[in-house]
């Protein structure tokens, strides 16, 4: 009778062992660590060297900071000149990088070329849309900032010309000019509003003359929409008193420069890193604006690096936070000129 019960009691005794050693397996299997993931190559091909273009600046910045966050191997490749630009997005098309960012409209015609023929390769071209099945587009509601920074200028104006120093006259930026019009006019209807072209991005000589020339005939506020010209305004406002705006990145200096229109190139780029490191990628079209914090005015949606100005004044903040909000809610749509 004894040696049943002991076999018996012993085979019970091994079968614990035996689930506990398993259950140690299986726990100790689900606790080891998985496979690294992989590390992933990042480029960005821009049209032109960055120097001092603020737009170009913000995107190397928002890659380096995406880079580092998410432990991806990036660099950015400048295009010396025009010649240099098919070359540099072929050559990083047919490198070992998984994604390939690049903007502008100056980067269409290359991009529209090369992604075609690397149809497995990942691309992302900012500030324009191209329709192609492995790129994704980002755009920007720029005209909505535009429309704030029209109705800033013309609260701001005393005589009731303000003005735009412009890059070129292409239809992007019609985007600016017809949004700033729209939101001055909605503060003043009988405000004029001058324009004139320089002609590039990076001449602010003549960018300077233009707004000495606006200046000449009434403009007491000339909104800088030039890229690297807008330096040139700033130099003609600092010497005749009048007051500007700049670009992109927040360049007001408390005294001439009082507002900056913004575009989250930086914040852009590292979201869509970020999408594609974290496997949510797709190639579509991203509109970015108000709403999105895509876009911005200082002291209204962004802070000002510098102290509000005294020609603003904060009953000025205040109409155009009303304004913000309500074309974040619908009540003002800003016409694009681009539909």
């Known amino acids: 009778m004894k040696k049943p019960f002991i076999l018996v009691l012993m085979l019970v005794i091994l079968g614990g062992v035996l689930a506990a050693c398993g259950s140690k397996d299986k726990n100790e299997a689900q606790s080891s660590p998985s496979a690294p993931a992989k590390k992933y190559k990042i480029a960005l091909v821009t049209p032109e060297p960055i120097g001092v273009n603020p737009f170009f600046q913000l995107m190397d910045e928002g890659l380096k900071k995406a880079g580092q966050e998410f ?11 025009p010649a240099s630009i098919e070359q540099n997005l072929q050559s990083a098309a047919a490198g070992d990088f998984d994604l390939i960012l690049t903007s502008t409209f100056q980067m269409e015609d290359a991009l529209k070329k090369i992604a075609p023929q690397y149809p497995d390769k990942s691309f992302a071209i900012i500030d324009t849309v191209i329709d192609l099945p492995n790129v994704r587009s980002v755009a920007f509601r720029e005209h909505e900032a535009a429309y704030l920074l029209g109705a800033a200028a013309a609260l701001v104006s005393k005589t009731g010309t303000v003005g735009n120093v412009v890059a070129v006259d292409i239809p992007l930026m019609k985007k600016y000019t017809g949004g700033f019009e729209q939101g ?15 002609g590039g991005f990076t001449d602010p000589a003549k960018a300077k003359e233009l707004a000495l ?7 007491d506020f000339v909104a800088g929409m030039s890229a690297v010209g807008d330096l040139g305004v700033f130099e003609a406002a600092a010497e005749k008193g009048f007051y500007t705006s700049g670009q992109d990145t927040d360049n007001t200096d408390g005294k001439q420069v009082i507002l900056a229109q913004l575009k989250g190139t930086d914040a852009v780029v590292y979201e869509t890193v970020k999408d594609f490191v974290e496997g949510n990628f797709s190639f579509e079209v991203r509109d970015y604006g108000l709403k999105e914090g895509g876009v911005g005015l200082t002291y209204v949606n962004k802070e000002g690096k510098s102290p509000l100005s005294d020609a603003i004044g904060q009953e000025a903040v205040d109409k155009l ?19």
């Open 213 to 219: 020339l606006q200046n000449s005939q009434g403009a």
């Open 321 to 339: 936070k009303q304004i913000n909000d309500d074309i974040v809610a619908g009540k003002i749509v800003v016409s694009d000129s681009l539909q």
């Open 184 to 198: 001055a006019k909605s503060v003043s209807p009988d405000v004029k509003v001058l324009v004139n072209y320089v």
């Open 71 to 81: 432990g991806v191997e990036f660099k950015t490749i400048e295009s010396s000149d």
